[in-house]
């Protein structure tokens, strides 16, 4: 916070009225100022009014502070020195409100992140039991792949992703998905916020926009491309009446994705047909479900861990009844993205390190690549450069000084915090050995993903909607291979 002291008019060489404005600048980038009480001086010297109306509020502050101190260090020494039965009682009367106050702001103010890290900690406790999985390896493999140092520079390490992209992004989920679920909910992805939406309704309202771009009716077979845990699975079946398969290549992502649909009565089953979600692990360059088989396709920020888009987008295209569409968000450079440019290079390798991207696309590249394959193209659009937005998409990524806000871990201090409580934890065996690594690495996405955002040099949300013309082959083109035969 910055206090200015500026002149706002004056009435002669000495006199004046004055007005203390403080600007706070925000995350948004929105300049706003409170204004205080106003000043007035008629025959003091401008240097005397100031350093005397200065000097008097400093002292004030100063003698209340002192008093208050020691009037503070008094209590203690007298609550110290009683006995047992006051020590109980002035406990219980000073702890039980603050102990309400605390969890009434913790759950009605912010979420709850307190329940939510406490519950955090416990599913890091038995990751490596239950997963069956040692974190510390997976995470050094995973930051292996994204060394671009070895033969070959960048262009080797490209090339080594690509061609072991299903051990990448496996990889990066088994690790990460915990660390999503308690910072950001169950749907994975982003959304600019309206006037007056909360994070979690400019979520949903993101995933029904899509959902509008599909065309669908009640009981009809959609298809998620890259589902995650179901968050938006379980809000799009909801809307529309749908019956929604998600595929995910992670198992861990399954079987939390099918809890959750469970829980939320969506389970498919002989009395549930429709709305029903249901996730099954798969792999997208190679979906094992029939030709023709869905309404309706989307993808919602997934597609992008794709080797290539043509060989996503044509296996899509392939499960996918003529005339059904396709809509999706990717994420991608955007044309002020300069390869040339330090910076712009350095938030590219952020984005990729801390998301699990063999490489990343342009705006144009992904379009070329949904014509390419045979989609007639609907619709088009950067949902980042929308003008009725109130807060930008990036802003959860900004960091916070409020201890109570998620967004506390990405400021310094929450930084410092988050890394060396993981470490202790790590000491004495509370979370696996590596997950400060996997906490870093995520950090460093997230970083990012906001400097991409507030360069104009990332967006992950560049909207298609692509349609299956009425008369297509179903046989993909032959360099994408062939998909596994469907599963019973």
Known sequence: VTLHISRESSTDLHGGEWRSTGFVHDPARHVRAKTVPVISATMVPRPALVIGWAGTVGYIHYSAGFG???????NVASF?????????????????????????????????????TFSLFFTFSQQEGTRRIKVDEMINGYN??????GAGGAEGGIDSRNTAYTTLVNSYYELATSFYEWGWGQSFHFAYRLQGEDFHTSIRRHEYYLASQLSVKPEDSVLDVGCGIGGPMRNIAKFTGTKITGITLN????????????????????????????SVQANFMKIPFGDDTFDAV??????????????????????????????????????????????????????????????????????????????????TR?????????????????GSYNPFSFRFNLSPPGMFITRNLLRFCELFYLVPTGT???????????????????????TPMMLMVGQKPSKVSATPPPRFGRPQTPRS
Not at 144 to 149: I, N
Not at 251 to 278: H, I
Not at 350 to 362: F, K, S, T, W
């Open 68 to 74: 208050m101190v020691q009037e503070a260090l008094q």
């Open 80 to 116: 110290l020195a009683s006995d047992l039965q006051t020590k109980a009682y002035v406990g219980a009367v000073v702890g039980l409100p603050l102990l309400y106050g605390v969890s009434w702001v913790n759950t009605e103010m912010y979420d709850n992140p307190l329940g939510r």
């Open 144 to 149: 292996d792949l994204h060394d671009d140092s």
């Open 251 to 278: 198992e861990y992502q399954v079987l939390r994705g099918n809890q959750l649909n469970e829980q939320d009565g969506l389970s498919p089953t002989a009395e549930v047909v429709a709305p029903s979600a249901l």
């Open 298 to 379: 989307y993808a919602i920020e997934a597609t992008c861990h794709a080797p290539n888009r043509e060989g996503v987008y044509s296996e899509i295209l392939r499960v996918l009844k003529p005339g059904g569409r396709f809509a999706c968000y990717e994420w991608c450079l955007t044309d002020k993205y300069d390869a040339t440019n330090p910076e712009h290079a350095i938030i590219k390798k952020q984005i990729e390190e801390g998301d699990a991207l063999p490489d990343m696309a342009g705006t144009g590249d992904v379009v070329d690549a949904l014509k390419a394959v045979g989609f007639d193209v609907v619709a």
């Open 382 to 398: 950067d949902m980042a450069l929308d003008d009725h937005q109130v807060m930008p998409w990036y802003l959860p990524l900004v």
């Open 436 to 458: 400060c690594k996997v906490q870093g690495m995520l950090q460093q996405g997230g970083i990012g993903c906001a400097s991409g955002g507030q360069t104009g040099t990332f």
